[in-house]
């Protein structure tokens, strides 16, 4: 295969899979108090453009969807499309990643950034009450949310996500996403997004060329396809990552409704983190079989049951196992 024909493609996939979203801007301010890697004096409040894309009627109850920490926004449009006719959904791209800006400084990339983003993204829509479902990185930014500003959340939805992440995960995990790669032929995009995604469970073709189309661009410069973030918010996180990530005093203040949603062959999220989540009042844990960290939620079955679980949190057992409702066919990504 050629770019052309890759080209030629996704021209037909993603009128399809899209259908329905708006992409959308607006201006964040990036506070003093987040420069740590700026000398104090010249330390100013900085504004860039975040984007986002937005799925349904406003008029409709809101759900915030924010991705892992090499992802983007259209990561979530098989999960925002199908949930669109019921909710407002945004995905938001992360400063650095998708079709955001960048930080002036590779420092300014941090967890208390991200969390900002997210506040200045309910500000600026003007949001009651919202869902907020995060995938990794979006789920700890999500229960910091919902510890610190309770009365903006009313439901949390956890993608394979908990309290606690050990160092040695988080170090494999920093040192994989933090490399400059160029894919100068689809082969290499589609072996590299195999070889990533090996634990995604049975999504067909059709779901990881999309989400690996949007997730990387075409560079003249390089010539060939590299992904669309920022390097250096990459390096900051691989930085960080010589340590556990620990936020029990976080979830101890969640006091709305919670489901996570579990990979089973994940190495992220551990059976003891989950069996301590359980016995906070009012969470609810799904487990995805065959799929290991931050299940696509492209499939319809799982759709459906968070859909469920969204309406009436009490619409799904305290803990049960949902399969799949059909097998792969892949051909391009092993």
């Known amino acids: 295969m050629t770019w052309k024909q890759y080209e030629t493609i996704m021209r037909v996939i993603e009128p399809l899979v899209g259908a329905g979203h708006r992409l959308r801007h607006f201006d964040y301010t990036h506070s003093a108090a987040l420069q740590p890697g700026t000398v104090e004096r010249l330390r100013n409040d900085y504004t860039i453009r975040l984007a986002y894309t937005e799925w349904g009627s406003p008029q409709k109850p809101a759900l915030l969807c924010l991705g892992g920490i090499a992802n983007s926004a259209r990561r979530f449009d098989y999960l925002a ?7 407002y959904v945004l995905c938001l791209d992360w400063a650095g990643r998708g079709r955001s800006g960048w930080l002036a ?10 969390v900002a983003q997210v506040l200045a993204l309910i500000r600026h829509k003007r949001l ?3 869902t907020l479902l995060g995938s990794s990185l979006g789920g700890s930014v999500a229960m910091r949310v919902a510890a610190e500003a309770p ?7 956890l993608n394979d996500i908990g309290p606690f992440i050990p160092t040695e995960r988080r170090r494999r995990r920093a040192e994989s996403v933090a490399r400059h790669y160029v894919f100068r032929h689809p082969a290499q995009l589609f072996h590299r997004t195999g070889a990533a995604q090996k634990n995604d469970g049975p999504v067909d073709d059709t779901v990881l060329l999309h989400n690996s189309f949007h997730q990387t661009r075409w560079s003249e410069e390089n010539g060939g396809r590299v992904y669309r973030h920022d390097i250096r918010a990459l390096q900051c996180y691989r930085d960080g990552a010589a340590q556990d990530h620990d936020q029990w005093d976080d979830w101890q203040r969640i006091d709305c ?20 989540m359980m016995g906070k009042r009012g969470t609810t844990v799904l487990h995805v079989p065959d799929v290991g960290h931050t299940p696509t939620l492209s499939d319809p079955l799982h759709i459906g049951a968070l859909a469920r679980w969204m309406v009436a949190p009490h619409a799904l057992p305290a803990e049960s196992t949902i399969g799949w409702s059909a097998g792969a066919a892949r051909i391009l990504f092993r």
């Open 81 to 87: 499309r199908a949930l669109s006719r019921h909710y």
């Open 105 to 114: 400084d590779q420092g300014d990339y941090s967890f208390e950034g991200n």
């Open 128 to 130: 009651g009450p919202v």
């Open 151 to 157: 009365e903006l959340v009313d439901r949390l939805i």
């Open 257 to 276: 409704p919670v489901l996570l949603v579990h990979g089973m062959m994940s190495d992220a999220l551990q059976a003891a983190t989950i069996a301590r």
